[in-house]
């Protein structure tokens, strides 16, 4: 009855089949992959709110290189957790990250490196501060003076990002991504291949400054993706035995066409 699947045209329609189904394993597995990986970050966020923090170099290691070099960046299991360093601000070279939105509204985010006792930095962004009232997205705020002196704090490790232009505009330092490479480069001493997300310091930050929020990601919307992609392999399956039995009862003459019911000769109820 089912001999028609092993000519060359059903052979052909299987090998379709199955290569479709296991493309769709393989992105459902890939999805599955992404939301382990984004489960991970949001835990390590969630846990970083009640850590105790380590010491600065034990997640981000210290750079070994000359002036604008970096160090490594930081390992993935330490992204988010909290850190603790002192040092003195380099306010000669404060570095604004223009395009940054906070609670729907466009700002700046302030970084300024924090220079260690071992003469290296690393970047900390102490804030997000609003444009000027009636200025345009890219017209630079004024941006409340770091503290003289030793400083302090503690925050968040997070990774450097990619892309963007590092260049200066009224004595600032400019970009639109915060590359730490790329900024390193305009920077007279080495710096630690990652940035840290300030929580607090001593002394305390100027309130002009305020929190950027750490965003959870949305590993939910990955699970969904892995369901859907294994759901379609499935119903592929499915989809060739049902069509694969069809053509068996038509083959068999079991799907024949009906007699049509003649209902002028089906007796009348009393």
């Known amino acids: 009855m089912y001999r028609f699947l092993l000519t060359p045209r059903w052979l052909g329609y299987l090998a379709l089949t199955l290569v479709a189904a ?31 923090p380590a010491p600065l170099h034990d997640a981000l290691p210290a750079p070994t290189g000359g ?4 160090g490594p960046a930081p390992a993935e299991r330490v992204t ?19 395009g940054r939105t906070v609670d729907n509204k466009v700002g700046f985010e302030v970084l300024t490196p924090l220079v260690l006792a071992d003469g290296t930095a690393v970047l900390v962004d102490r804030g997000w501060i609003p444009t000027a009232p009636g200025a345009g997205a890219t017209a630079q705020p004024s941006v409340p003076a770091a503290p003289a002196g030793d400083v302090t704090l503690t925050g968040r490790v997070v990774p450097s990002e990619s892309g963007g232009t590092v260049g200066r505009r009224d004595g600032k330092l400019e970009t639109r991504r915060i590359s730490v490479a790329r900024i390193a480069k305009q920077l007279p001493y080495p710096v630690a291949g990652g940035y840290v997300l300030l929580d607090e310091q001593t002394p305390a930050a100027d309130p002009a ?16 993706y892995v369901v859907q992609w294994w759901i379609f392999a499935a119903m592929s399956l499915v989809g060739y035995g049902w069509v694969a039995r069809r053509e068996a009862r038509r083959l068999a003459g079991l799907d024949g066409p009906r007699q049509p019911v003649d209902r002028a000769a089906e007796p009348t109820p009393a």
């Open 22 to 52: 296991a493309v769709m394993v393989f992105l459902g597995n890939w999805q599955l992959d992404r939301y382990r990986g984004r489960t991970a970050v949001n835990e390590r966020i969630d846990a970083g709110a009640t850590m105790s």
């Open 67 to 70: 002036p604008g070099s970096t």
């Open 80 to 98: 988010w957790t909290k850190v603790t360093a002192t040092g003195r601000y380099d306010t000669a070279n404060v570095v604004l990250v223009r």
């Open 209 to 224: 400054f305020q929190a950027v929020p750490i965003g959870h990601t949305n590993n939910w919307q990955n699970f969904g």
